[in-house]
Nanobody
């Protein structure tokens, strides 16, 4: 599957953004997916994950209660709704996919990656 992330931008502290990740290819509904982010000088870190059907989600503690991951299998699109944004959320955000039924939270397990979209939160 090929992934294309979009929706990033510049937002003030406390603002909201919605990221999208459009997938091309077959069997999107069979893919577990996730969002990761990478700030300058730091390693890529897990943000949120969702299982193949969208019935189960998991979040990093740093975004729990502020971010919501969702998956529209009819539109072949993954979303990340981000609210109450903080300057420490500034990073390049990447979507990832793996043909799997479970929740996947590690970079090593994902097989397909999008190109990333920049999110900048100003203080």
């Amino acid at each position: 599957v090929q992934l294309q992330a979009s929706g990033g931008g510049l937002v003030q502290t406390g603002g909201s953004l919605r990221l999208s990740c459009a997938a091309s290819g077959r069997a999107f509904s069979s893919y577990a997916m996730g969002w990761f982010r990478q700030a300058p000088g730091k390693e890529r870190e897990f943000v949120a994950a969702i299982n193949w059907s969208g019935s189960s989600t998991y979040y990093a503690d740093s975004v729990k209660g502020r971010f919501t991951i969702s998956k529209d299998n009819a539109k072949n699109t993954l979303y990340l709704q981000m609210s109450s944004l903080k300057p420490e959320d500034t990073a390049i955000y990447y979507c990832a996919a793996r043909l799997d039924t479970g929740i996947i939270t590690t970079t090593q397990e994902y097989k397909s990656w999008g190109q990333g979209t920049q999110v900048t939160v100003s203080s």
